[in-house]
């Protein structure tokens, strides 16, 4: 299926745009716990798009890696210069992008610019994204035909009943009546069958001399952080697990007001009083880009907490899982000694916004009941067709 893209629109060089693309610089936040309390850093890099395009190849060598189980999603990375000494990390870089191959069989190429330098104290790395918007309805269209595992009973449950630009709503700081416009990962956007969009999906650079465990197969050093599961949450970004609620949250903490242009995430993204109310209906209750409070991710009988916004909410970008919960890779933190895992949680979200994941979703739903949190009534969940 094909889509093609809207035209930008004249704000894209605006303060605003800039600003959209600096909440796209997500990283996870380290706990220092040498300290008694613990103390959480956030790092977000400021991203100029005039002088730094994500979209912008590395021209050093590059690595292609394909999942050998199936015809699944090729890997590229492009090496920058930083990495020329560190094979250990050019190592982990490799495997990361290898986790994410044996899972994902659309027939997509991710590009991904990966390096290290020297990075501001403070500072142990940034993702920039590359993102496009289109109209709702054509990626709500996108989206809802996007049911290529016949037996995945959750994509059926779910997708065909995702709300029409007509019966979208979300809560906001702020009055906005229509909802035109969807923001995607380009990854996201070519796992749904969009063509457009070339370049780099992401551009990920750690520092150097952060004490980095590079190989996390012998466990994680206490003193050190998992680099490569870090790697593998940004990715994760990268393939679309991006909430406008951090553009939101951006705006709203300097008492600004901003069109908000959700992302497939959003769509699944609600109050967990709202999944409780017996009138709760997937197309039409609205969903929650209000910062703070309580958010969860709805995929039916599963409910996942999420993170309510660094500034106005739980202090973690709420672009990731609720902190400290063992959720997944998406979680907004990491320990010394800490090693990041995948979970089926990870794999579940990134399934109903457009990837094709392995193992079939049935799996997913046994293995993820365990990991319900907020307790729900069950009916009545959708409408009609
Ligand atoms: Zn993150």
């Known amino acids: 299926?094909?889509?093609?893209?809207?035209?930008?629109?004249?704000?894209?060089?605006?303060?605003?745009?800039?600003?959209?693309?600096?909440?796209?610089?997500?990283?996870?936040?380290?706990?220092?716990?040498?300290?008694?309390?613990?103390?959480?850093?956030?790092?977000?890099?400021?991203?100029?798009?005039?002088?730094?395009?994500?979209?912008?190849l590395n021209s050093a060598s590059v690595a292609t890696l394909e999942s050998t189980t199936n015809n699944g999603a090729t890997f590229q990375l492009f090496?920058?210069?930083?990495?020329?000494?560190?094979?250990?990390?050019?190592?982990a870089f490799n495997r990361s992008v290898q986790r994410w191959a044996d899972v994902l069989q659309d027939p997509v190429t991710v590009k991904i610019n990966v390096d290290m330098r020297p990075m501001d104290d403070g500072i142990l790395g940034s993702t920039n994204t590359t993102w496009m918007h289109f109209s709702f309805s054509e990626i709500r269209n996108l989206l809802?035909?996007?049911?290529?595992?016949?037996?995945?009973?959750?994509?059926?449950?779910?997708?065909?009943?995702?709300?029409?630009?007509?019966?979208?709503?979300?809560?906001?700081?702020?009055?906005?009546?229509?909802?035109?416009?969807?923001?995607?990962?380009?990854?996201?956007y070519?796992?749904?069958?969009?063509?457009?969009?070339?370049?780099?999906?992401?551009?990920?650079?750690?520092?150097?001399?952060?004490?980095?465990?590079?190989?996390?197969?012998?466990?994680?050093?206490?003193?050190a952080f998992d680099f490569e599961g870090a790697v593998t949450h940004e990715i994760g970004h990268a393939l679309g697990f991006i909430s406008e609620i951090d553009y939101v949250d951006w705006v709203a903490v300097q008492d600004r007001t901003s069109e908000a242009w959700p992302w497939p995430l959003d769509l699944f993204r609600f109050s967990p009083d709202d999944l409780q109310d017996p009138d709760f209906n997937f197309a039409t209750t609205t969903r929650n880009l209000v910062p703070g409070g309580s958010h969860a991710f709805y995929a039916d009988d599963i409910i996942i907490p999420m993170a309510t916004g660094y500034y106005l909410g739980d202090h973690r970008q709420g672009s990731h899982w609720k902190d400290d919960l063992g959720l997944g890779i998406m979680d907004p933190t990491a320990d010394y000694g800490e090693l990041l895992s995948l979970s089926q949680n990870d794999l579940l979200?990134?399934?109903?916004?457009?990837?094709?994941?392995?193992?079939?979703?049935?799996?997913?739903?046994?293995?993820?009941?365990?990991?319900?949190?907020?307790p729900r009534r069950r009916q009545p969940r959708h409408p009609n067709p």
Do not use: K
């Open 190 to 223: 070519h796992a749904l069958g969009g063509i457009s969009g070339t370049g780099a999906d992401a551009s990920i650079t750690f520092a150097e001399g952060i004490n980095w465990d590079f190989d996390p197969r012998d466990g994680i050093n206490p003193t």
């Open 349 to 374: 979200a990134l399934d109903l916004i457009g990837w094709d994941v392995i193992p079939e979703p049935s799996c997913l739903i046994l293995l993820s009941t365990g990991l319900l949190i907020i």
């Open 1 to 56: 299926m094909v889509a093609t893209a809207t035209s930008i629109r004249q704000e894209r060089l605006t303060n605003a745009y800039i600003a959209r693309l600096a909440a796209l610089a997500l990283l996870l936040a380290f706990a220092a716990t040498q300290a008694q309390a613990h103390t959480f850093q956030q790092h977000l890099t400021p991203y100029d798009p005039l002088q730094n395009p994500a979209s912008t």
């Open 144 to 188: 809802s035909s996007n049911l290529n595992e016949t037996n995945n009973a959750l994509e059926n449950s779910l997708l065909p009943y995702l709300p029409t630009a007509g019966q979208f709503d979300a809560s906001l700081p702020w009055t906005q009546a229509t909802f035109n416009n969807m923001s995607l990962t380009q990854a996201n």
């Open 79 to 91: 090496y920058g210069n930083g990495l020329a000494h560190n094979p250990d990390a050019e190592a």
